[in-house]
């Protein structure tokens, strides 16, 4: 399995607290990237990275924030969370552009 | 955005056959990507494509990259219960600078015992 931990596994939270979700890589891999999960929506890209302090939006990138301080972390900021963003959150990694991606286990979070 | 056109959407058979899935694109693709994701987990990597024509196995899975390359299958032999999941076609598109993924809805397996 790559080394991909999320953190946490599971979260409920109200409407309009900030949440931050990790994702921390043990392969050293260049690109990372946050997926959102939906019935009816497959996996669509929030925003990925391609180096550290190197972000970029995907198609659902509106009512989120990334960072990448280190090639190791990438962290996915909800400032002020909606019940719409109840969704089940997956980080990926890949060593290049366009390598096949390697999903960590997801973060299912519940905004209430 | 842009999605694959995956099918079945479900399929639900008997232990000990055998399965086949497909992915259809009405653009060119560079690459075909298959996965599986359990219940709880992640999608895990089962077989890449990189060539038209290019016929990959792996165990009991076999999967070809079409030779018009806007389309690839999957195909499980002999399936055993903990094939038990929902598979998902995914490529790069062929004039993609980013590496943004594309991906099929999933096929969900059901097997029988």
């Known amino acids: 399995d790559a080394g991909i931990t999320q953190s946490p596994r599971h979260k409920v939270t109200e409407t309009g607290t900030p949440v931050t979700l990790r994702c921390h890589q043990t392969e050293n891999h260049r690109y990372m990237y946050w997926y959102r999960q939906d019935p009816g929506h497959g996996l669509r890209l929030i925003h990925y990275s391609y180096g550290v302090k190197d972000t970029d939006k995907g198609e659902v990138s509106d009512g989120y924030s990334v960072s990448r301080s280190k090639t190791e972390d990438f962290l996915l900021t909800l400032e002020s969370a909606t019940s719409s963003q109840t969704s089940v959150y997956f980080c990926?990694?890949?060593?290049?552009?366009?390598?096949?991606?390697?999903f960590g286990d997801g973060t299912r979070l519940s905004i209430l | 955005g842009q999605q694959l056109n995956q099918s079945p959407q479900s399929m639900f058979i008997q232990e000990g056959e055998d399965v086949s899935m497909n992915c259809t694109s009405s653009s060119i693709f560079n690459t075909w990507l298959w996965y599986k994701q359990d219940p709880g987990e992640g999608p895990v990597l089962l077989i890449a494509?990189?060539?038209?024509?290019e016929l990959t196995s792996n165990g009991r899975l076999t999967a070809q990259f079409g030779i018009t390359r806007k389309d690839s299958f999957l195909n499980i032999s002999a399936s055993i219960p903990s094939d038990v999941g929902i598979y998902f076609c995914?490529?790069?598109?062929?004039?993609?600078?980013?590496?943004?993924?594309?991906f099929g809805q999933g096929t969900t397996l059901q097997v029988k015992p």
């Open positions: 995914a490529g790069f598109h062929g004039s993609s600078n980013t590496g943004k993924l594309i």
């Open positions: 990926a990694i890949s060593k290049d552009r366009h390598q096949p991606q390697h």
């Open positions: 494509l990189y060539k038209a024509g």
